[in-house]
């Protein structure tokens, strides 16, 4: 049997002092973990800019093609894996959830940023041509701060990192004709947030209704109207995705990941994955692994 997946922290990653951060230009690092390639995930931010290369890289089971001047941001959690083609380069930062929230009075700042939403879609970004001198100058920084550490230099990265952050998200952010409200908002993003701790658990829309204080017709009008689907299938895409992240373990049978995920009856685990999927969760595990490129 092969080992788990990896999770990888960045103390593992990085001789770096700082273990709440590391940044490096990315042929470097590539050149000191060439394992990386296979499906893994974080316990913590990662994001990528390419400035040179090709190939694919896959973030949570979507594959994009990579292309120069492109911006990768995932969160902790996600599991994602690459196949690149011919030299690549660029640059990336690890930081941990730490990393700003003992800088920010706000601790979930960073959660206005669409790019960290730990949506696949969002998180790949098009550097447009007005900015990227810009952004690439902003990374140029981050790095000699890394490298030529001087008073307060974790901090220096801290803002430049938010710099390129307020930049990116100020081209990226696609305006409405019409705003959510900030009630709106906050409900949405606690939605979401009673998903992520209780997915495995609750599945009705009405549970969640009932925790956030609203009726199942109030919660399902917010999703339609904010995310453009129902609150069933926000509540069941995570779970798809959580089966997805633990069908890349091999250490854990079919089986037990549906009983991980309450999920007591094996042969209803599997219709309900192959339903809305179309591969039985053996079919997804084989397809997902074949074949890895050394």
Not at 65 to 87: N, T
Not at 108 to 116: K, R, V
Not at 136 to 145: G, P
Not at 224 to 241: S, T, Y
Request: charged fraction near 20%.
């Amino acid at each position: 049997m092969k080992a788990a997946f990896p999770v990888y922290d960045i103390c593992k990653l990085s001789d770096f002092q700082q273990e709440d951060i590391l940044v490096s230009r990315f042929g470097i690092y590539l050149e000191k973990h060439t394992d990386l390639h296979f499906p893994h995930k974080h316990s913590f931010y990662h994001l990528v800019l390419f400035t040179k290369g090709g190939g694919t890289h896959a973030i949570d089971f979507t594959t994009f093609k990579v292309e120069p001047y492109q911006i990768y941001f995932m969160v902790p959690g996600q599991v994602h894996s690459w196949d690149f083609a011919g030299d690549v380069d660029g640059y990336v930062v690890h930081f941990s959830e730490a990393f700003f929230q003992s800088f920010l009075l706000s601790n979930d700042y960073l959660q206005q940023f669409s790019f960290f939403s730990g949506n696949a879609v969002d998180q790949v970004i098009d550097l447009p041509d007005d900015i990227r001198q810009q952004v690439i100058n902003l990374f140029e920084n981050i790095v000699d701060e890394s490298e030529n550490p001087a008073y307060m230099s974790v901090d220096m990265i801290r803002t430049l990192l938010l710099q390129a952050f307020i930049l990116i998200n100020r081209k990226n952010a696609v305006p409405r004709q019409k705003q959510p409200s900030a009630y709106n908002y906050t409900l949405l993003k606690n939605f979401r947030l009673l998903i992520e701790e209780n997915f495995a658990t609750l599945r009705l829309p009405k549970d969640y209704a009932q925790l956030l204080y609203i009726t199942p017709n109030h919660l399902n009008a917010l999703c339609n109207d904010m995310l453009g689907m129902p609150a069933g299938d926000v509540i069941r895409n995570r779970v798809l995705l959580e089966i997805k992240r633990l069908l890349i373990n091999l250490d854990l049978t079919v089986a037990e990941i549906g009983y991980r995920l309450n999920f007591n009856d094996n042969s209803y685990f599997t219709k309900f994955f192959k339903k809305y999927t179309g591969l039985t969760p053996e079919d997804f595990r084989k397809n997902t692994l074949k074949n890895p490129k050394p």
